[in-house]
C-alpha cells in the first residue's frame, strides 16, 4: 500500500494489520485462536477508531469506555489493538504471545496486560461483568455527577460471540440488564455461526436477537461485519438509544480471508499452518514477509485513535478539577472511593455485642453491621439474590438499585447467582464502588465460576454467605453445604471466614473492607450463636490473624489438648473445655475463622496458637472434614460431616451427627487419655 493511498484503503490495511498480527502470532505460538479475530478485525477496527473512548498513556482514567473482549479466546484481537493504539504493549510482546512470562497470556489477564478490563475466557462472564461494569458507571453517575457537566459518563462495549451467548451466565446477566435499562451498555455479537464442533446448528437454532428483545434489549442486526460504515451506523443507534442495552448482532465470517478454512471450525482454535498462512495473505494481497508486519501509516491511523482518547481525557481532567472545587466534600469522598481507602470514623458505629443481650445468629450481626458501615462508605453498594431478608443485607432507608432510582444503593439481582457473582466482579473492576453479594452458602455452587475469577483477578468482592451449615435444619440436605468450605479453602487467592458469634461477625467484616486483593466470603450461621464473653475469653479481634488462642488453661506449660473449631461449633469447643479444665487437663480453644488467613501469619505466630509439641488436637466443624488434617496432625481427630445432612430441626441435627459439647468432651478425653 502505497503512503498516499485512498482513505479506504488505508482502513483496509489497518483491518489486516490486525488480522495478520493474530494469524502470524497464533502461527508463531502454535497455539491460540486466529479465526475469531480474523472475522471480527473490520468490526472491532470501527468501534476502536471511531467510537471508543481510551487514553493509552492512562489506562486507569476512571472515565474511560470500557471494552470486554467476552470472547477470550480472540485475545489477540485485544492485543494487536492495545499495541498499535498506543498502549505500552509492544510488538516484541506480541510476538511472545501465550510464552512463559510474556504480557500476552493465551486469554485476557486483568491486571497482567496493560488494558485488559476484565479477565475472560470462560465463556459468558465478559458479558455479566460488562453489566456490573455499566451499571457501576449508572450508580457513581448518579451519586457523583451533580447538575454540571458529569464526571463519570462512558460507554461499556462488548464484544461476545456465539459460545458466550449459549452460556446461561449471560441470559441470566442480560435479562437484569434489560430489566435495569442499561442504556450505555453495548454489546457487538459475533455472529459467525460457527463454534467448536462445527456449525452452531448443531447446537444452537434459537433466535438470539428475538430473546434479546424479549429481554427489553435494543436490537439491530448488521448484515455484514466487513462493512465498516454499518457497523459505525449501528454503534452510532445504539448510543442514541440510551433507555435499553443495545445488542448488534454482527454476521461476521470466523477465518475471514483464508481460502481454505473461512466459515469453517478449522478456524476457530488451531493455528492456520503455513501454507494456509500464506494462502490467506495471498488472497488478501498482504505480503508475505515480514511476518508480523505493521504498515508505519497503519501505526500511524491507530495512534491518532489514541491520541484523541488523550485529547478527551485531557479535557475530562479539566472538567474533574472544576467539580472537585465546586465541592470539597464531594471530590473527597470520590478519591476515596477510587482509591479504596476507608474514610476516617468509617468504623465508628460498628456494634459490640453483649453475652446478656441473648444470642445472634452471625447473619444478623453482619445485617447490623452493614447498616453500621454504610452511612460512612457511600459506595458500599450490593444486595442479594432474591434473599435478602434472610441473607440480612438491606440498607436501612436507601433506595434499591433501579432504573429510576440509579443512585440506590440496594441491589435486587433476581434469583440469578451465577449472573449476580459475575456482575460484582464487572462491579469491582470498574472500581469506585465496594460490592457485595449475598446468597446461601449451599448456592455459592451457582457462583463458583465467578468466585474463581475474582480470586484470579484479586477483586475485593464481599460474599455474604448465610445458612452455612446443617443449622439450616429443616430444609434439608440440599440446603445444607457440607463441602463448601472446603471448595473455598481451596481456591487460591480466596479468603474465607466463619465467625464464631456477633461480635466476630464485626471483625470479619472489618477484614473484608480492608482486604483489598481478593474476594472475601463471610460464611455465616442461620442459627442464633451465644455471644462468646469476651471477659472470660480472648477478644475477638483475634479473628483477623485467621486463627486465635481464645481459651487456655495451660499456662506457660503446653497444652495437653488443643480444641480446635469455627463458626457455631466453637460453643461446643469451649463447653468441653471448661469441662476438661475442671478436670485437670491442661486444655486450649483455638478458634479458627479462617485457613487462608492463619496460613498467612508467619510461622512464629502460628507455633503460639498451635505448638508442634501438642500433638493431641481434635478439630470440629459441621462440614466435610476435607482440609482439617493439615491443622490436626496425624497424632489429631477430626469431628467433621463427610456425608451430606438431612432434613429436621437443627438441634436435632447437630446432636444425631455428634456435634455436642459432651462428644467433643468425650472424644478429647479419649485422646488425651492415650500416649503422645
Ligand atoms: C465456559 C466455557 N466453556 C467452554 C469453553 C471452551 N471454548 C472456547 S471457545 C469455544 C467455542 C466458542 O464458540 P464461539 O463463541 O462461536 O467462538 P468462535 O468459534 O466464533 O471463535 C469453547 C467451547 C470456554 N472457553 N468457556
Known amino acids: 500500500m502505497s503512503p498516499e493511498a485512498s482513505p479506504r484503503a488505508l482502513e483496509q490495511s489497518c483491518i489486516d494489520t490486525v488480522r495478520f498480527l493474530a494469524v502470524d502470532a497464533v502461527q508463531k505460538a502454535n497455539s491460540g485462536h486466529p479465526g475469531m479475530p480474523m472475522g471480527t478485525a473490520a468490526m472491532a477496527h470501527t468501534l476502536f477508531t471511531r467510537h471508543l473512548r481510551f487514553d493509552p498513556g492512562d489506562p486507569a482514567w476512571p472515565d474511560r469506555d470500557r471494552f470486554v473482549l467476552s470472547a477470550g479466546h480472540g485475545s489477540m484481537l485485544l492485543y494487536a489493538f492495545l499495541h498499535l493504539t498506543g498502549y505500552d504493549l509492544s510488538l516484541d510482546d506480541i510476538r511472545a504471545f501465550r510464552q512463559w512470562g510474556s504480557k500476552t497470556p493465551g486469554h485476557p489477564e486483568h491486571g497482567h496486560t496493560v488494558g485488559v478490563e476484565t479477565t475472560t475466557g470462560p465463556l459468558g462472564q465478559g458479558f455479566a461483568n460488562a453489566v456490573g461494569i455499566a451499571v457501576a458507571e449508572r450508580f457513581l453517575g ?15 462495549y462488548v464484544i461476545a460471540g456465539d459460545g458466550d451467548m449459549m452460556e446461561g451466565v449471560s441470559g441470566e446477566a442480560a435479562s437484569f440488564a434489560g430489566h435495569q435499562k442499561l442504556g450505555k451498555l453495548i454489546v457487538l455479537y459475533d455472529d459467525n455461526h460457527i463454534s467448536i464442533d462445527g456449525s452452531t446448528d448443531l447446537a444452537f437454532t ?52 483464508s481460502p481454505n478454512k473461512q466459515d469453517t471450525a478449522g478456524a476457530h482454535g488451531a493455528p492456520l499452518g503455513p501454507d494456509e498462512v500464506r494462502l490467506t495473505k495471498e488472497a488478501c494481497g498482504w505480503p508475505l514477509e515480514p511476518a508480523f508486519l505493521v504498515p508505519p501509516q497503519v501505526k500511524a491511523f491507530y495512534e491518532a485513535a489514541g491520541a484523541r482518547g488523550a485529547a478527551a481525557h485531557a479535557a475530562w481532567r479539566q472538567r474533574h478539577a472544576a467539580w472537585c472545587v465546586a465541592d470539597q466534600s464531594r471530590a473527597a469522598a470520590w478519591d476515596a472511593a477510587w482509591t479504596r481507602v476507608l474514610p476516617a470514623g468509617w468504623d465508628a458505629d460498628l456494634p459490640t455485642f453483649k453475652p446478656e443481650d441473648g444470642g445472634l445468629a452471625t447473619r444478623a450481626a453482619s445485617g447490623k453491621v452493614i447498616n453500621a458501615l454504610a452511612p460512612h462508605l457511600p459506595t458500599l453498594i450490593g444486595g442479594s439474590a432474591d434473599l435478602a431478608p434472610s441473607n440480612n443485607t438491606w440498607i436501612k432507608d436507601v433506595p434499591d438499585q433501579q432504573a429510576a432510582t440509579p443512585a440506590g444503593r440496594n441491589f435486587h439481582f433476581g434469583v440469578r447467582e451465577h449472573a449476580m457473582a459475575a456482575i460484582a466482579n464487572g462491579l469491582a473492576v470498574h472500581g469506585g464502588v465496594r460490592p457485595y453479594v449475598a446468597t446461601f452458602f449451599v448456592f455459592t455452587d451457582y457462583m463458583r465460576p465467578a468466585l474463581r475469577l475474582a480470586a484470579l483477578m484479586g477483586l475485593p468482592v464481599i460474599h455474604v454467605l448465610t445458612h452455612d451449615s446443617i443449622g439450616v435444619g429443616e430444609d434439608g440436605p440440599t440446603h445444607q453445604p457440607v463441602e463448601h468450605l472446603a471448595i473455598l479453602r481451596a481456591t487460591p487467592n480466596m479468603t474465607e471466614l466463619r465467625p464464631a458469634d456477633a461480635n466476630e461477625t464485626v471483625e470479619a467484616w472489618k477484614v473484608a473492607l480492608r482486604h483489598d486483593d481478593g474476594p472475601v466470603a463471610l460464611v455465616l450461621t442461620r442459627q442464633n450463636l451465644p455471644t462468646i464473653d469476651r471477659a472470660t475469653y480472648a477478644p475477638a479481634s483475634g479473628v483477623a490473624r485467621g486463627a486465635y488462642v481464645l481459651a487456655d488453661t495451660g499456662g506457660e506449660a503446653a497444652p495437653d489438648i488443643i480444641l480446635i473449631a469455627s463458626g457455631s461449633e466453637v460453643q461446643f469447643a469451649l463447653a468441653a473445655h471448661e469441662r476438661l479444665s475442671a478436670e485437670g487437663v491442661r486444655s486450649r480453644v483455638v478458634n479458627m475463622a479462617s485457613f487462608r488467613l492463619f496460613e498467612r501469619q508467619d510461622a512464629a505466630y502460628r507455633e503460639t496458637v498451635l505448638p508442634a509439641a501438642c500433638k493431641r488436637r481434635v478439630a470440629v466443624e459441621a462440614a466435610v472434614s476435607f482440609g482439617w488434617q493439615r491443622w490436626v496432625g496425624d497424632g489429631g481427630e ?29 472424644r478429647a478425653k479419649a485422646l488425651v487419655s492415650r500416649r503422645q
Open 206 to 257: 434459537e433466535d438470539v436477537c428475538a430473546r434479546f428483545s424479549a429481554y427489553e434489549w435494543h436490537v439491530q442486526r448488521v448484515a455484514d461485519g466487513n462493512d465498516v460504515d454499518a457497523v459505525d451506523a449501528a454503534i452510532a443507534a445504539a448510543k442514541a438509544e440510551t433507555g435499553r442495552p443495545s445488542l448488534i448482532a454482527v454476521r461476521t465470517h470466523i477465518g475471514c480471508g
Open 142 to 156: 448518579a451519586t457523583f455527577n451533580g447538575d454540571g457537566p458529569a464526571v463519570m459518563d462512558h460507554f461499556t
Open 638 to 666: 477430626v469431628i467433621g460431616l463427610d456425608h451430606f445432612g438431612a432434613s429436621a430441626p437443627a438441634g436435632t441435627i447437630f446432636e444425631q451427627f455428634g456435634f455436642t459439647a459432651e462428644n467433643v468432651y468425650q
